[in-house]
T-cell receptor, first 115, second 112 residues
Framework: GAVVSQHPSRVICKSGTSVKIECRSL??????MFWYRQFPKKSLMLMATSNEGSKATYEQGVEKDKFLINHASLTLSTLTVTSAHPEDSSFYIC???????????FGPGTRLTVL | QKEVEQDPGPLSVPEGAIVSLNCTYSNSAFQYFMWYRQYSRKGPELLMYTYSSGNKEDGRFTAQVDKSSKYISLFIRDSQPSDSATYLCAFSGTGTASKLTFGTGTRLQVTL
């Protein structure tokens, strides 16, 4: 089946630093990837839709300068949390659109803790 | 009114029981209906999807959609301890690979 990986799985950083999270589709090419955020015991909240070769589309209320998304290739999208603060601590999950089944496959998630 | 309503549980059942998980929605534009399973500290895994009213069966899982009532269900037969996870309903207006709206998830515990 389609596999999506994320790296790192867990990161702890100091307030004010920037953190980059990678999302890779391992066995298929994904023109579209999605970035979600999930708080404990809460649902997934879509942050942005990432299209290869073009600018990401952000959901209302998500700061594009805070959460930088780059989808530079058909197998890699990155999310950079800039000048991270404790309120940015969360579980970040990416997904990728698998073209043959036209289905989203999710990565395992990245737990970010900002001290 | 929330766009999607899902009972967070937890729901505890004995092994072998039939489990019924439900979601209601208010957005008439939703045309695709999905169920995801999420284990703790993992990403969601797609279990079932459908785009029409009625039932769809896959092994021990049955997805049921009632568009007129804006109500979807997931039934799990012969539940196993390995089914213990959080189950998320998800909706889309244009396809399973498009923007998804998730429920809050129902935590299921299947006990021996």
């Amino acid at each position: 089946g389609a596999v999506v990986s994320q790296h790192p799985s867990r990161v702890i950083c100091k307030s004010g630093t920037s953190v980059k999270i990678e999302c890779r589709s391992l066995d298929f090419q994904a023109t579209t990837m999605f970035w979600y955020r999930q708080f404990p015991k809460k649902s997934l909240m879509l942050m942005a839709t990432s299209n290869e070769g073009s600018k990401a589309t952000y959901e209302q209320g998500v700061e594009k300068d805070k959460f930088l998304i780059n989808h530079a290739s058909l197998t890699l999208s990155t999310l950079t949390v800039t000048s991270a603060h404790p309120e940015d601590s969360s579980f970040y999950i990416c997904s990728a659109r698998e073209p043959f089944t036209d289905t989203q496959y999710f990565g395992p998630g990245t737990r970010l803790t900002v001290l | 009114q929330k766009e999607v309503e899902q009972d967070p549980g937890p729901l505890s059942v004995p092994e072998g029981a039939i489990v019924s998980l439900n979601c209601t929605y208010s957005n008439s534009a939703f045309q695709y209906f999905m169920w995801y399973r999420q284990y703790s500290r993992k990403g969601p895994e797609l279990l079932m999807y459908t785009y029409s009213s009625g039932n769809k069966e896959d092994g021990r899982f049955t997805a049921q959609v009632d568009k007129s009532s804006k109500y979807i269900s997931l039934f799990i037969r012969d539940s196993q301890p390995s089914d213990s996870a959080t189950y998320l309903c998800a909706f889309s207006g244009t396809g399973t690979a498009s923007k998804l709206t998730f429920g809050t998830g129902t935590r299921l515990q299947v006990t021996l």
